[in-house]
């Protein structure tokens, strides 16, 4: 049951026009749909084929699905005499559009051999050159601009897509290639420093001066909030690796009863893509390869159910101490920094400071609608809104979010037993 | 994997001391023990036996299991002398208190053929006898005596859940007995009137003066509304009706994606026990027979994601009709009525009419802790804090509720995709 | 999906004129109805109700179903005047006639609490009133006679399920209560010693001067077999524990691929029932309570895929072991003894001597019908026929089989993965 | 589960000496290796990684498994000097030999994107480099040159799956490309004819004259037969139309147990790979597009269950119609003509006279030993003993078996639900 679906892009709509700061739209679309490519050069055909779940699609059907927007929603409709690549692609790289009509099944995207990832290249080569064509012929309306920066802005949310689905495929290979170049060690994480927040009614949501916004970030509303505070960094291996070896993955009073039943269920020891090395230490496999797990960096490929866990035990050292509702992230997390780090190509979570580093964070809050929040109509407004039970939200962005994907009221979410996701936590208390 | 599980009781904490009003307490235990067996009169030992799905309890393990509750946490610890009727219930009727040990697991209780109806019955005027010479034996402190209230509301919990288990398994029967007297019809129904409240910063939660409360009730806490309006009454069977001759069940942008995915994989059509008569005419199947479809009837046994839908659906014509919140529910309902409707022993909802008719109502809120809300210690501190995952708030009582058991503050919750309770829904619309 | 089902009766046809020697018919009717209420003296009414798995029945139900048997082939069809007790019964207890009609599903007869034991006691003496009467109205023809014979015989296999079922029930129960008085201890069974047969062409199947038989005991035909030895007794527990003790269960080399598939899935190390006691020794779980295996016991309650890796193993110690076919077996075995040990009533396997002593032996035959094989035309034709693919030849009749019904040429047949049936094997080998 | 594994070869042991003919090696292998390169010319990359079904193999995975073969029990024994190619692929490329150590899980290996297939195509020259060097070095022996034709028929075996395989993956894409061409139309078939078989007692098995054979061939045994017909053609498109016009698919009365659950289950109502028209009409896909169904064509794709009911039913037509045992098939069949149908490269079954036609005919035989058989010794004698369970016999070879592997004594074997394979029936009667 397609339970877990990734999070994808939104439409505009009346009732939340997107407030989409102009730009030069071709060097911009050049600039998210070179991105792209530059994240599969280390994948072989066989590699971009493979579905390792069904939460999971293969990289040719991202490649080819981000193209296929573009193509349904842009040149389609806005470009005289555009002629679509091949007909049936419609069918097949519609990822979950009621309203654009039927769509082969999600689960089964592993057995499309056929187009080939050459013919993916052709594919996107076609509409690239049809895109930029049309770009040419003139400054766009406000509206086609939005619509423009909404299929760049879902572009690159299948670029951490494409990271984290390939992860997924090759970590399960009994030996996985490295594909990516290792990272540096990470820095020393320091001692856990707490910022106090005052109670106070705060306003949480899209301000509406942001360059680009989901219609699930409005509308902007008040919450009240009690004092509490946060910590400065997220939790690291060297954190949780004391969870564990205080009993963490043993203790049922730790978890929620959803929780616990999925550890005893799936046996959760370690977070995912641990292992047991020769010697009995915890060993990680990364896409550059299987490393020592490094106690500074951010845990990473935890659920939810862990993150919850691992936050009741930290009540022990830290009287109060939990997850953070997202009003509460959003109200302290502050804007993102304009640099992020350097950006290595190890696609690895190593950053633990400030609120954008390298890991999703969760939080305690149910992923449901803001008070009077409406879904847009039509067919491309089944992104969001559809998506509202069953699943948790987090914040920040990780290390495979592409760079100006971040944003302070950005939303992000998965069923909690979510773990192949860069997804990590942070902790909060009640003073 | 049992996710769904019941509502049960909670116990006196440090952090939430029970505030219970002083009663005679031998004659309150004798009136809640007598109203579980009066509900059982017309059940066979061989219905008493049947289990019929994994959240479902054999209607004999739940009158043991209640029985359980005051000889562990009440006669094994205070009461000198007391020994327990068979060492073997502690294991077999323990229902998830990991801190008391191990247990028989939930999905395999319809495999305990023994003890018999019998002995259970046995059990339970042994341990009654014992409770009521504890008792004779003066006046308890007020821990006692919260934990002695505690058990009552827990064993009222499980007064519910004897009618919905049963009636879960009885309706599975290809020709299900009646076992309760049939019902009046219900009243006419009348349209919907809307109530407005305003917009403001409202305090949610128990108040501190409640005869007693459960823990996920607390801490009182802030909640900034805005103005909204709440149906007089719940929905009918006609309006629910009418979204079903309008193709809600068929309708995929009505539904969140995981209700639509539940729609499909079970092939709902209608409401859970409703079928086609020989003329094609919607009947009901209930605990005194099969009926047609009561138009004036509240519209029963639906999951939240049903309730979603049609609220969806009835935004055609109410615009910005929608699922409340429950903290909007809290805030518009008031006090109960100090007289409910009279229990005519149908068991079968059928009043519609203020915020304590005879359906549970399904909100728009996911079940977690309030702000500030920390889970009791100990081991019958499990009740409530760790199923605040995947579950949807529902309020109000139901039918099946006995006397004395609805309150304003009362959270009741269960997975969006249960139906097997009497759950229907109430709307709200956002002006 | 219920592939395994238990081996019922079958009715006379024109092309296997059942040869049935007369007796007085109404003396015959009383005993064997009688020996099936005997059986479940021990029983209380929860536990009639069971159903422990999809191919197990509870005990009503093969109560019921028996006596439907002789209400719908007999007094329906042959009884002026007739009624049947309760219509809905010919819904509720038929068992896999497709020429009947529709019935409840075999896996959800667990779900029928009504009709309750005692009214299942009701109809069997409704139907043994009108049985008794109808056969006081003077001699029965031919026909009617075996088609009385036949509803014996197909209540003295459900004799043996009610025996099967009820044990794989209770013995789910973290506390088994003793329902059948404990054998005394097997005599020692010494070593085995082997007989030798000749090669020669050998007739195999009914003869036509058996008292009764099954259509898959026909037609007699011609089978060339090889000379073989085959041993004196069954396999013992103290020979089982051998094969335990040399990695049995750990060594893939001695099983059949399917075989190893289900020891990994289902992690079996021992017989079914089979129990590490405090000290490490094994114990079995019977219906009259837990003891230590005795080594003379023959072993019992495993699959036909032990029963082969058994033998596999034991050709180290006796060059050629295997399991015999079903035509050797019946071959070798002669006529049952007139007089079978006396029943203790315990219902537990204890006798290895002889062909007939009390296990089911695994064949290596898988069952198919005899060259020349027809299933009988009509409604009634349906038991033996099409259950003949997947399912193995057991031989011999077991201490569960009630007196009479053991025969040379009676075939059992079930899926190799079963193990609830009282199954054990005897070696031959290829000299 | 892996019940269902394709017949793999076998190796030479003492018991079953292999009597194979001599050839100039060296010749042979380029032959039977430049045939499996001739057979993927049409496949992509991405064609050659899918898995579609735990049964079913990836192309890639056949190319190297075949090559793997070569290497272990070959080079890295007998050539002094060589070099495996990767170490790693003694673990990927192991099939299900215990004795070889562990491997990769046969459900996964549509999870290996690596190594590609580019690597693969250098592994297989790898291997053939060092084969044909080390032929060049002088005459085989007597054991190893039978090994060597042992490594050729086991890639003969792949070669058939290679196609099988590939036709289930590309069948369940939406739109299949048409990757072999189309074969012409067939030939009328012509009104059944019978041929008359006396009854006797025959011989079956391997005669010792055979250029090759498999060790389940033998030994030769006796087998009485009585009198039986055999059709002179396989059952075709037409006659299976009027099969399923008769109501074939829906007539539970004419189907095995076990095989009704699985139409009902599968909602079974044409072969394998037939679909409706847009006019209603039947159409086949093939690897060289979809067409209308060819009534003159053999049936092909369908399961022994289906098989055994188009048997039952032919009984109303021809009395005593039935599947033919393997025995009777084997008598009857005479030897494989010397030079088969023209190979048109169509991978599609035309041909249904005579017995060595385009489809595998399934029989009446569960897939047993033959008296007196024994698996070989060691870890090369895994292939055939340990499946002689749950399985059923077909005879003859289709059109993707490869030329010179056709044998009167051959026994191919798959469970009766099986219809990826090129499997159809013949009729066989008693008179």
Redesign the interface.
């Known amino acids: 049951?397609?339970?877990a679906?990734p999070a994808c892009a939104d439409v505009p709509q009346p009732a939340h026009p997107l407030r989409h700061r102009p730009v030069d739209a071709r060097a911009r679309y050049r600039f998210v749909r070179a991105e792209t490519l530059a994240r599969v050069q280390g994948l072989?055909?066989?590699?971009?084929?493979?579905q390792?779940m069904p939460d999971a699609s293969p990289t040719?059907w991202h490649l080819a699905h981000t193209t296929w927007f573009f193509e349904t929603f842009l040149l389609s409709g806005l470009a005289p005499g555009y002629t679509p690549f091949d007909p049936?692609f419609r069918?097949?790289f519609n990822s979950?559009y009621?309203?654009v009509g039927e769509r082969?099944p999600r689960a089964?995207r592993?057995?499309?051999?056929?187009p080939?990832?050459a013919e993916v290249m052709a594919y996107r080569a076609h509409v690239d050159r049809a895109m930029e064509a049309w770009l040419d012929g003139g400054a766009l309306d406000a509206h086609t601009a939005a619509l423009l920066e909404l299929g760049l802005q879902h572009e690159q949310q299948h670029q951490e897509l494409i990271i984290t689905d390939i992860k997924h495929?090759?970590m399960?290979?009994?030996?996985p290639?490295a594909i990516f170049p290792a990272p540096a060690p990470a820095e020393p994480a320091g001692q856990i420093t707490w910022r106090a927040v005052p109670a106070g009614?705060y306003a949480v949501g899209a301000t509406g001066k942001e360059d680009f916004i989901f219609d699930n970030e409005t509308p902007r509303?008040?919450?009240?909030?009690?004092a509490f505070e946060i910590a400065d960094r997220a939790v690291t291996n060297a954190d949780y690796l004391e969870f564990m070896a205080d009993g963490g993955y043993r203790r049922?009073?730790l978890?929620?009863?959803?929780?616990?039943?999925v550890v005893r269920?799936q046996d959760w020891q370690a977070p995912l893509y641990w292992q047991r090395g020769e010697e009995g230490a915890w060993q990680v496999k990364t896409l550059s390869g299987c490393r020592p797990v490094d106690p500074n960096e951010p845990v990473c490929h935890i659920s939810q159910?862990e993150a919850?866990a691992y936050a009741r035990w930290a009540e022990a050292r830290w009287p109060g101490a939990r997850l953070p509702?997202e009003a509460e992230w959003e109200i302290a997390a502050g804007e993102p920094p304009v640099e992020r780090a350097l950006d290595d190509g190890s696609f690895h979570a190593r950053v633990t400071a400030g609120f954008y580093g390298d890991v999703w964070e969760w939080t305690?809050?149910?992923y449901?609608?803001y008070?009077?929040y409406r879904p847009p109509d039509g067919a491309i407004g089944?992104y969001n809104g559809?998506?509202?039970?069953?699943q948790m939200v987090l914040r920040g962005g990780s290390r495979a979010t592409p760079a100006g994907h971040v944003r302070k009221t950005y939303r992000n979410f998965f069923p909690?037993a979510t773990r192949w996701q860069f997804s990590g936590l942070r902790l909060a208390r009640?003073p």
Request: glycine letters at 8%.
């Open positions: 049951m397609p339970s679906v072989t055909a066989e590699d971009q084929t493979l390792s040719k049936h069918y097949l979950y009621e309203g082969w089964a592993g057995l499309l051999s056929r080939t990832v495929a090759l399960l290979h009994p030996f290639p009614l509303h008040k919450v009240w909030l009690e049922a009073e978890w929620l009863s959803d929780g616990w039943a269920a159910y919850d509702t305690a809050s149910a449901t609608g008070p009077g089944e559809k998506f509202m039970s069953g909690p009640t």
